[in-house]
């Protein structure tokens, strides 16, 4: 088989038996790869209810079709199972080497289940796989981790793993590769913990089969040259995403004093976490695999109380939450508590939001110094916030509830629900539907709530696009009659995330290539449409999955504050609000679900061929 | 125009008149065109916004003559906002502009829109 392996690793921690099967073409046409490949097989092999941090839920790490192919931009793996952090389907993805390591080993995925009695790490290394005991790792944060591994297995060897917060199961906690590429959504981090997963280290030198090398090489060479020539690759590749922490600060895009702020009247020195002056610590580029843009970077902080040696990039989120949500304009802390993050693997989003949350509650009165060991929760507080998030990595003190994250937390504090500001428990990024309104809607619509990567029309609304894609001009506060554009958008999204592809390169590439890139690959003759019905049933799956689990997935709640339940009466987002039932009944429609239960339709699902799941779904109907 | 790098505009030049003055705050794409976060614009009487942009394109790049266009647009604005209020484009293009104003031109996110994506 051209551009797949053929080959999943499904490792029962259990009973330590770790198997390969070959599922067959079938399945990787209809899903690509990716998420889309793990839904299936999780949706097949897991029955509803299970305990997210039980030994039933089963966990994949995936790759997609164009991983290990020569395809710019094609360096994620995503990692899937059903989330701590919401209950719902859940997956997070990350750049770097270990997509293309796990493909080079010769397996396009890999699948846990069961619970190890002690701590393990899955070697997968030139077609083999065995579980090795990692009893001398667990307490080890992902750094120490990382280079022991290292060490041990080759500078080659590519790790994914755990620091201390995915072993003490925090709801917040992300999968760490490469000292701070994180796979950080969803929670995922303390499903491996929970499963006494420690890491998962792949290498190897097997050269993937393709359907037609030569072309796919003329394909990317096309791609560098046609690169190299937009302007704006060279302003990302510069600065990459914290271009745009002082500007979207500015423009309610950031959200400010926990998304009650107005970045020009209560943040207006935002430019001392964004751009240049975020970039002068970096002393190193880092690209992922092969990646002519190379947005990332590695950072130091000389000396001082927040000194780091080497840690990946604060990206725009980690900007923005750790900055302007908390009014905290010293970038040196907020490289800390980056790193903080990547050691003991945290999801930089939700921590930061979990502290935003405690400032307000001490704001409030609903917190004193001695519930925080003294910590004066004060905004913009930078010794704080760094101290706070130690303390949640380590789970000591208010740091054991707060390792829950935001929402658990405010119900635990007592606080008005509204300022833990989630979706479906998953704490928001760092993009206010506000400024762009599809955000809400795909917030709460998406299987996996709370996720700005599930972009879809807010890429306009953000003033991009996918290139070559025919697409109309838009009013982005025309709230009505735009749920098949983002419809479509999303299922794009989902089909490119499923092939391995990055969000800071597949748009900038002519779409109508796609198809002679999959070609190229594998041999099939794949058109737009067939990719975006590819996404709808990746979408109409994961949906189904939610629907299973017994979730009334049309309620899912949002914070007000995001969607401007009251509106501002100051700055640049004041009066908007948005409608978000409006949206989300227009969403359904265009995907063909109800529009009041957001269950898809038998015929929906009979015509994207899941007709297993719509007679599970639909027999529930009685 | 009057060109300034940081907030040192009213020593920038001796204009000898009782012009007004318009700050505007550039971002992205349209910081990288002027070559500079901040510029001092003389506010003429009865200067409208999109006569701004023509004055900006004139002196720096063509680009900006489309900043105030409706989505999308290329290197347009992806949020013009006028003393902390957001506009509506290309509504309030004819706005006229006082003096203190200040303008912020808030750049697409994620490499922002071309002619080869409509």
Same mark, same amino acid.
């Given at each position: +088989? ?26 990787? *046409? ?165 499963? @006494? ?91 992922? #695999? ?8 590695? #950072? ?5 109380? #927040? ?13 923005? +939450? ?190 109508? +290539? ?11 003759? #794949? ?14 799956? @994961? ?17 007000? *504050? ?57 027999? +529930?109907?009685? | $125009?009057?060109?300034? =790098?940081?907030? =040192? ?15 505007? =705050? ?22 409208? $916004? ?43 293009? =004819? ?24």
């Amino acid at each position: +088989m051209n551009g797949n392996w053929n080959k999943i690793l499904f490792a029962n921690l259990s009973t330590g038996e770790v198997t390969v099967e070959e599922p067959g073409d079938k399945l990787y *046409r209809d899903f690509l790869g990716g998420y889309g490949l793990g839904a299936q097989i999780i949706y097949s092999r897991q029955r509803p209810g299970v305990d997210p941090l039980g030994p039933d839920n089963v966990l994949g790490f995936t790759t997609g079709l164009l991983v290990g192919a020569p395809v710019v931009g094609a360096t994620r793996f995503t990692v899937c199972g059903k989330s701590p952090l919401t209950n719902t389907w859940g997956d997070a993805n990350s750049g770097g080497y270990f997509a293309t390591a796990l493909r080079r080993a010769g397996f396009d995925a890999v699948f846990f289940s069961g619970v190890a009695d002690e701590p393990v790490y899955l070697y997968v290394n030139d077609g083999e796989a065995v579980l090795r005991e990692a009893g001398a790792l667990w307490g080890k944060d992902t750094f120490e981790t990382e280079a022991t591994l290292k060490a041990q297995l080759g500078e080659d060897a590519q790790v994914a793993c755990i620091g201390p917060a995915g072993e003490n199961v925090s709801r917040i906690a992300a999968i760490i590769h490469d000292r701070g590429r994180a796979a950080a959504r969803s929670g995922l981090g303390a499903v491996m913990g929970s499963k @006494r997963l420690k890491a998962v280290v792949t290498s190897g030198a097997l050269p993937l089969p393709l359907a037609d090398e030569a072309r796919a090489e003329e394909l990317r060479t096309a791609i560098l040259r046609r690169l190299r020539e937009d302007e704006s690759v060279a302003a990302f590749r510069k600065y990459g995403t914290v271009s745009h922490v002082a500007s979207s600060t500015f423009s309610g895009d950031c959200p400010v004093k926990n998304w009650d702020g107005v970045g020009l009247v209560d943040f207006p020195q935002a430019e001392l976490i964004s751009d240049d002056n975020v970039i002068k610590y970096e002393f190193k580029k880092y690209a992922c #695999y092969r990646c002519p843009i190379a947005c990332g970077g590695i #950072y130091k902080v000389e000396e001082g109380p #927040y000194a780091v040696e080497a840690t990946q990039k604060a990206e725009y989120e980690t900007c923005g +939450m750790f900055g302007s949500n908390l009014l905290n304009d010293d970038v040196e802390s907020i490289i800390k508590a980056n790193e903080i993050c990547n050691r003991y693997g945290l999801d930089t989003i939700s921590t930061a939001a979990t502290v935003a949350l405690a400032f307000e509650c001490y704001e409030r009165g609903l917190l004193t110094e001695d519930d925080t060991a003294g910590l004066g929760l004060t905004w913009g507080n930078s010794e704080a916030i760094v101290h706070l998030t130690e303390m949640i990595a380590r789970r000591e003190g208010i740091g054991d509830l707060l390792a829950e994250g935001s929402m658990v937390a405010a119900q635990e504090l007592g606080v008005d629900p509204d300022v833990a500001v989630h979706a479906g428990g998953q704490e928001l990024p760092a993009h206010d539907p506000r400024y762009a309104p599809t955000f809400a809607v795909n917030y709460v619509v998406e299987p996996t709530p709370g996720r700005h990567t599930q972009i879809g029309l807010a890429h306009m609304e953000l003033g991009s696009a996918i290139r070559g894609m025919d697409l109309p001009e838009i009013d982005k506060y025309q709230i009505e009659g735009k749920g098949e554009l983002n419809a479509r958008l999303l299922d794009f999204t989902h089909a490119a995330y499923s092939m391995g592809l990055c969000l800071f390169v597949y748009p900038r590439i002519d779409v109508q +290539m796609w198809s002679e890139i999959v070609e190229a690959v594998s041999g099939w003759d #794949y058109s737009l449409d067939e990719m975006l019905e590819t996404g709808a049933r990746i979408n109409a799956l @994961r949906q189904a999955f939610n629907i299973r689990e017994g979730l009334d997935v049309s309620s899912v709640y949002i914070s007000p *504050r995001a969607t401007g339940h009251p509106p501002d009466d100051r700055g640049p987002l004041k009066g908007i609000s948005i409608d978000v039932d409006l949206q989300r009944r227009e969403l359904y429609e265009a995907r063909g679900w109800d529009t009041q239960t957001g269950k898809p339709s038998r015929s929906t699902l009979l015509n994207l061929g899941l007709k297993d799941v719509a007679d599970d779904i639909h027999g +529930m109907d009685g | $125009l009057i060109e300034t =790098h940081e907030l =040192h505009d009213s020593q920038a030049r001796d204009t000898g008149t009782e012009l007004g003055r318009v700050r505007v =705050h550039l971002f992205g794409i349209l910081q990288t065109r002027a070559g500079k976060k901040r510029l001092t614009v003389e506010q003429k009487p009865g200067l409208t $916004l999109k006569e701004l942009f023509r004055q900006l394109a004139y002196e720096y790049d063509e680009g900006f003559i489309s900043a105030g266009d409706s989505y999308p647009g290329p290197f347009m604005a992806s949020a013009v906002i006028l003393n902390g209020n957001t506009l509506r484009m290309p509504e309030d293009l =004819h706005r006229t502009l006082n003096d203190g104003d200040e303008l912020y031109l808030i750049a697409p996110i994620g490499g922002g829109w071309d002619a080869s994506c409509s």
